[in-house]
């Protein structure tokens, strides 16, 4: 389980700990948080968004927004992602989701292998979602984030299935795909996505 351990490595100062959510998705933007939370006041049970259940995971976000000093959400759009590509799509939500906190940190513990360039130290933990708190609940509020996104997507793009796969590349997303065609909100620079438009 994670732990406070990394954020105390920096104490004294403000932690911030950044996780995103949708680099894989074929359609829909993607979406990163920042959060700094107390370390006398962490809600209990903060994990890797990808082990908990949709219903703890609702809540505990709930929770992270209720307690943490501050949090903040960072957005790349579909149209940046085919611009600039996925990679640097993510890093661009990871900084508008740092600069959206409300205090300044002395440090930012990213998820991952590499780090955004950007003014702050930062640290980047492999799997740091599942190894440190602060990553853990960033990890949470950008899948929620996201996935409601995605579901109030789904109401004008019903066919896609969106409200399940979250514009995941699944076998009925794809299928309607083929049937369809792209929307706006599809990625046109993934392989799938050209592959079927061509078709």
């Known amino acids: ?9 920096h104490h004294p100062g403000l932690v911030a700990g950044v ?11 993607v979406v990163a ?33 209720a ?3 501050c949090w903040g959400v960072g957005i790349a759009s579909v149209e940046e992602i085919d611009q600039i590509n996925i990679l640097w799509a993510t890093m661009l939500a990871m900084t508008r989701a740092v600069e959206a906190l409300s205090h300044d940190c002395v440090h930012v513990l990213v998820d ?24 853990a609940a960033a990890s949470i509020i950008a899948k929620e984030t996201r996935d409601r996104m995605m579901i109030a997507a789904a109401v004008d793009h019903p066919q896609y299935g969106w409200d399940t796969n ?6 009925r997303h794809l299928a309607a795909l083929r049937e369809h065609g792209p929307t706006p909100l599809h990625r046109r620079s993934f392989a799938p996505v050209a592959q079927l438009t061509l078709l």
């Open 19 to 29: 996780d995103e959510a949708g680099r894989g998705p074929l359609a829909g933007p």
């Open 166 to 171: 979250k514009g995941y590349g699944s076998a």
């Open 112 to 135: 991952g292998n590499r780090c955004p360039a950007w003014r702050w130290p930062s640290t980047a933990i492999v799997e740091g979602d599942a190894k440190c708190l602060s990553i």
């Open 33 to 65: 948080a920042a959060v700094i939370l107390r370390a006398e006041d962490c809600p209990e049970g903060l994990n890797d968004s990808k082990q908990l259940t949709a219903k703890r995971r609702a809540a505990l976000e709930v929770e992270i927004k």
């Open 1 to 9: 389980m994670p732990d406070f351990a990394y954020e105390s490595r």
């Open 67 to 69: 307690r943490a000093l």
